[in-house]
């Protein structure tokens, strides 16, 4: 029996420790319950993927890369839509910038992703906020130790022009750039799994586009095999309703759920015989 874990963004710019850029209220205690987890199953855990949000201070989704009339950036979190790159409400700082900026909220329009969010920079390469829990480091230092193996980490989020929500893919695949397109190599690692268990940050946004990508590329079967851990994972405040809703359509779809605790038992439909 093949048990992986993808882990997504357990950063610390997620956390809800002082001085995160975009902090997750409950990531530290989601971060504990991973590690205990993890702990917990020790040797029985095949692979472990672990994606990491990867970002510069200059992107399209930062305030930087925004003025308005009045040559002010945008406050985090204001949402840009077509009509407001259009009309000039919102434009470029660098004009050469502007075409293709708003061919991006246009393609974000076309494909039915999220309207542009303008987020603090967060998860800056060279940056604390870069760097995993380090509940979560400790666990995975220790698995790699135990079983003399090496945790799959992948980058996301570094190109500029598009946000990438999915650790699978960006919201705009920029076709010059095959980081931003679908990764299928790591979608058919975790089919080949029979478990398939999920984690990370922040349930709204990144968890959610990352499930909703692998589940549509998985047959009906396959999308049983993933079940989210789902005490180890919180949603950005303000977008509960979100998290929600992709609970009820993921759970339709087949996806199972479990608390750490819990886990593997019943949730995970396979036996994975625990330590003693």
């Not at 917990?40 to 305030?63: C, K, M, N, S, Y």
């Not at 946004?205 to 851990?229: M, P, Q, W």
């Amino acid at each position: 029996m093949r048990l992986e874990f993808l882990i997504i963004d357990p950063q610390n710019d997620f956390s809800d420790t002082p001085g995160a850029a975009l902090p997750v209220p409950g990531a530290n205690a989601d971060a504990e319950r991973l590690a205990g987890l993890l702990d917990r199953l020790d040797g029985q855990v095949e692979q472990i993927h672990v994606t990491l949000d990867t970002h510069q201070f200059v992107d399209i989704a930062h305030p930087v890369f925004w003025r308005d009339d009045a040559d002010e950036r945008p406050a985090p979190f204001t949402q840009i839509a077509v009509e407001d790159v259009e009309n000039g409400r919102w434009r470029a700082f660098d004009a050469r910038c502007q075409q293709r900026a708003l061919a991006y909220v246009r393609a974000l329009r076309a494909n039915g992703r999220y309207t542009l969010t303008v987020w603090p920079p967060h998860c800056l390469i060279g940056t604390w906020g870069h760097n995993v829990m380090p509940a979560v480091a400790g666990a995975l230092r220790r698995w790699e130790e135990a079983g003399f193996k090496r945790v799959d980490y992948l980058s996301k989020g570094h190109n500029p022009w598009t946000e990438h929500y999915s650790a699978v893919q960006a919201d705009v695949p920029d076709p010059a750039d095959p980081t931003t397109q679908l990764n299928l190599g790591l979608i058919k690692t975790l089919e080949n799994a029979d478990v398939v268990a999920l984690s990370g940050q922040a349930l709204s946004h990144c968890v959610a586009n990352t499930i909703r990508d692998i589940a549509d590329y998985f047959g009906r079967e396959s999308i049983r095999k993933l079940v989210l851990i789902e005490d180890t994972s919180s949603p950005v405040p303000g977008f509960e309703d979100l998290a929600r809703q992709f609970l009820t359509d993921m759970r339709a779809r087949g996806m199972k759920t479990a608390r750490a605790v819990d886990f593997p038992g019943w949730a995970s439909g396979v036996e994975v015989k625990e330590r003693a």
